[in-house]
């Protein structure tokens, strides 16, 4: 399944959450327009089983399912790809595990030359953030809008910004060179259907109502 090259990028959240709750969450959330979905979770109890359920969901809705961290788990679970971070393995690892159409992002937090290196190692797309305070990741370094700038001079896959990102605020992010938002709380906090919708007219370059 192909990349989309812009569009809303949902982010599960998973923490004292039923498997059930989880997978109508992420159904409603397509239903308001995510384009993309990752798979994460710090504190699985059984992510085979959410994770298969989440593949067939997505693929019924013609969306990527992306694993964060865990290339084995996508593997095992036939997910479109996988995410990986500074701890997280090689790209040519995953590429070699996960076969040649394989979405492959990587996390490249404030560094375009990191950036750089994955687009030339492989990568599928680069994400750059946090750029707002995050209550998933309240302790992750912050990232400058002008580095989004600097990376769509210098790249030609889609650029993710993530981190704290609501309607009200995610404008300068993709004026500045993002391609996709990727948001966790703002989906999935209170309603995800609605709260996804809420961010389509971004793409769409119209101004969002308070």
């Known amino acids: 399944m192909k990349f989309p090259q812009t569009g809303l990028y949902a982010i599960t959240q998973t923490d004292h959450k039923a498997i059930d709750t989880i997978i109508g969450e992420v159904a409603a959330a397509i239903r308001g327009g995510a384009a ?11 992510a085979v089983l959410l994770t298969r359920e989440l593949v067939k969901l997505c693929r019924h809705h013609d969306v990527p399912l992306i694993i964060n961290d865990d290339v084995e788990l996508a593997v ?7 995410h990986l971070g500074k701890e997280d393995g090689h790209i040519a690892e995953a590429r070699k595990r996960l076969g040649p159409d394989a979405i492959i992002g990587v ?5 375009v030359e990191r950036a750089v290196e ?4 492989g990568a599928t797309y680069v994400a750059f953030g946090r750029f707002f305070p995050s209550s998933s990741k309240p302790l992750a370094a912050p990232a ?4 989004l700038s600097q990376a769509k001079s210098m790249l030609r896959i889609p650029i993710v910004a993530i ?4 309607p009200g605020n995610g404008a300068p992010l993709l004026e500045a060179g993002a391609d ?3 948001v966790i709380g703002g989906v999935f906090d209170h309603q995800p259907e609605q709260s996804a919708r809420a961010y389509l007219p971004l793409f769409e ?3 969002v109502l308070p």
């Open 163 to 166: 981190g704290g990102i609501l």
């Open 76 to 82: 095992q679970t036939g997910a479109d790809g996988v």
């Open 205 to 207: 370059g119209e101004p």
């Open 180 to 182: 996709l938002l990727a």
């Open 144 to 147: 400058q809008i002008e580095t």
């Open 118 to 121: 994955a687009e030339k190692g």
């Open 107 to 111: 996390s490249c937090y404030n560094s």
């Open 36 to 46: 993309v979905v990752q798979y994460r979770d710090k504190n699985p109890i059984d």
